[in-house]
């Protein structure tokens, strides 16, 4: 079975910086994949965040372009977020997130979810 585990998340203030990390467990390898990062905040929906694709080709969310780098570690199966100039706007569960297509299409498949992880940003 496929397990993705966050890590990373914390309390900052605003300006400050995170980095997440998501390790796949067995039976699932990042460099293959779509994959990418989500949140969700208190009484919102969840939304993609950033997304890297077999390629390396990636694609953000406007409200954290210029701030986030998504990435991955091959060699440990690792996806990451880099997240700087945090603000309290960011507060929100992260979530990794996995799909079976190479490519990241206009519509992404989430087939595997991490746990999450909570991120707050204080002002």
């Known amino acids: 079975q496929v397990r993705l585990v966050e890590s990373g998340g914390g309390s900052v203030q605003a300006g400050g910086s995170l980095r997440l990390s998501c390790v796949a467990s067995?039976?699932?390898?990042?460099?293959?994949?779509?994959a990418g990062w989500f949140r969700q905040a208190q009484g919102k929906e969840r939304e993609e965040v950033a997304l890297?694709?077999?390629?390396?080709?990636?694609r953000y969310a406007e409200s954290v372009k210029g701030r986030f780098t998504i990435s991955r570690d091959n060699a440990k199966n690792t996806l990451i977020l880099e997240m700087n100039s945090l603000k309290p706007d960011d507060t929100a569960m992260y979530y990794c997130?996995?799909?079976?297509?190479?490519?990241?299409?206009?519509?992404?498949?989430?087939?595997?979810w991490g746990q999450g992880t909570q991120v707050t940003v204080s002002s």
């Open positions: 997130a996995g799909g079976l297509g190479g490519l990241c299409m206009a519509s992404f498949r989430v087939v595997y």
């Open positions: 067995t039976g699932y390898t990042y460099k293959y994949y779509c």
């Open positions: 890297i694709d077999s390629t390396g080709m990636t």
